[in-house]
C-alpha cells in the first residue's frame, strides 16, 4: 500500500483500498452522497463489527444496508421489528413435521451474512436480547443447540430518533455491541437536486441495480491485511487517553467500554488501510471517535435535562485530549525520517 493521494491501480483481491473504491464506485451508481457511511460500513465488515444507522425516515437507511450487501454478494436479510415480533422470529425454532413424527430446525433470518434489523427500536427488549449472542459471540443457540453464523456476519440496526411513541430504547449492552453508530443526514440542495434528476431519468432505479462487485473471499482477505496494519504505542496510548476522558467526564455517568478500546484500534487499522497506508495515524482514531463513543456514553440527570448531547461530549474530548506529535505539529509515521529529536518516534519495527 501507498500514500493517501496516491492512485489505486486496479482492483487487487485482499486489497482494503481497491475492496472500498470498488463498493463506493458501484454503490454511487444508485446512492447519492453518504460516501462516509460507505466507508464505515466497509470498516465494520473488515473489522467484525455492526452498524446501528440512524436517521429520519426516508433517507435511505434501509436503502444502503441492501447496497452494501448486493455489491459485496452477501446473503442478505431484513427483518422488520415490530413490538409482536418474538426471540424465535429472529433466531428460528423446531417445528414438528406430522408426517415424520420427528422436530425440524427451522433457521430464522439472522444466518445470513448481513442482517438487517430495521427499526430495531420497535422491538421490545426481550427480542432485542435474540441478537446479542449472534452480534458478539456470532453464533445462535436455540433449545439448548448451538449453531454457528456464517462469514462474514454483520449485523446493520436502524432506527428513527424522532418518534417517542411504541419505540424501545436500546439497552446499554445492545448499543455497546454497536461497534459504530451512524447519523443520516438530510441531504443538502445540491444532494437533493442530483437525486431528484437521477430518479427523473430512472424512476425504476434501486438496489437491484447494482452488481456484485467484491467477493466473500475478497473480504476475508482484506481483513487478514488489516490486521496486519501496524499501530504504535503512541497511538495506542491516545486511544486509552480517549476512552479514559470519557470515564472522567462531569456530564458522563458512564464511559466507554474495554470494547470500546478495542474497537478503537481495529476501526482505526481498516480506516488506514482503506486510505492506502500501512499505519496507524491520530487523524485516524479522530476520525472514528464520534461513530465508536458517543452511543456508548450514559449522560447524568443533569446533562440530560441541560441538553448536553454525546457528540458534544467526544468534541470537548477531542479538543482536551492532546494527539501524538501534537507538540511538534507533526507525527512521524512509520519507516520515515525523524527531523528532529523533539519528533515523537513511533517508527515500525525493523523498518528504517
Do not use: C, W
Not at 458517543?294 to 461530549?313: I, K
Request: proline letters at 6%.
Amino acid at each position: 500500500m501507498s500514500g493517501d493521494d496516491s492512485p489505486t491501480a486496479g482492483r487487487t483481491a485482499g486489497e482494503p483500498r481497491a475492496v472500498f473504491d470498488a463498493l463506493a464506485e458501484e454503490m454511487g451508481r444508485v446512492l447519492v452522497g453518504n460516501d462516509d457511511v460507505v466507508e464505515h460500513l466497509t470498516i465494520a465488515i473488515l473489522t467484525r463489527g455492526h452498524v446501528l444507522l440512524e436517521g429520519v425516515p426516508g433517507v435511505a437507511k434501509t436503502t444502503i444496508a441492501e447496497l452494501f450487501a448486493r455489491t459485496t454478494g452477501l446473503e442478505y436479510t431484513r427483518i422488520q421489528l415490530t413490538p409482536d415480533v418474538l426471540p424465535a422470529d429472529i433466531t428460528g425454532t423446531h417445528i414438528y413435521r406430522e408426517h415424520t413424527g420427528e422436530f425440524e430446525l427451522k433457521r430464522g433470518p439472522v444466518f445470513a451474512n448481513l442482517v438487517v434489523a430495521d427499526e430495531i427500536n420497535r422491538a421490545t427488549p426481550k427480542t432485542q436480547s435474540a441478537l446479542l449472542e449472534a452480534m458478539e459471540e456470532r453464533r445462535v443457540t436455540i433449545e439448548g443447540e448451538t449453531l454457528a453464523l456464517p462469514e462474514p456476519f454483520l449485523v446493520v440496526g436502524t432506527q428513527n430518533p424522532i418518534e417517542m411513541e411504541g419505540v424501545f430504547e436500546l439497552p446499554e449492552a445492545q448499543r455497546d455491541r454497536f461497534q459504530l453508530k451512524l447519523t443520516i443526514d438530510l441531504p443538502d440542495r445540491t444532494a437533493e437536486r442530483e437525486l431528484v434528476d437521477r430518479f427523473d431519468d430512472a424512476p425504476e432505479l434501486d438496489a437491484s441495480a447494482v452488481d456484485d462487485v467484491v467477493s466473500a473471499d475478497e473480504l476475508l482477505a482484506a481483513r487478514d491485511v488489516v490486521s496486519a496494519v501496524y499501530v504504535a504505542a503512541a497511538v495506542k496510548e491516545y486511544v486509552l487517553d480517549l476512552v479514559a476522558a470519557t470515564r472522567d467526564h462531569p456530564d458522563v455517568d458512564h464511559g466507554a467500554s474495554p470494547r470500546a478500546t478495542l474497537a478503537f484500534v481495529d476501526t482505526a487499522k481498516a480506516r488506514a488501510a482503506i486510505h492506502g497506508r500501512e499505519y496507524v495515524i491520530p487523524d485516524d482514531v479522530k476520525a472514528l471517535a464520534e461513530p465508536i463513543l458517543a452511543h456508548r456514553l450514559v449522560m447524568t440527570a443533569d446533562a440530560e435535562l441541560s441538553g448536553v448531547s454525546q457528540a458534544a461530549v467526544v468534541g470537548e474530548i477531542l479538543d482536551a485530549v492532546e494527539p501524538p506529535g501534537a507538540e511538534t505539529d507533526r507525527f512521524v509515521p512509520p519507516g520515515e525520517a525523524v527531523a528532529s529529536t523533539d519528533d515523537v518516534d513511533v517508527e515500525h519495527p525493523g523498518m528504517q
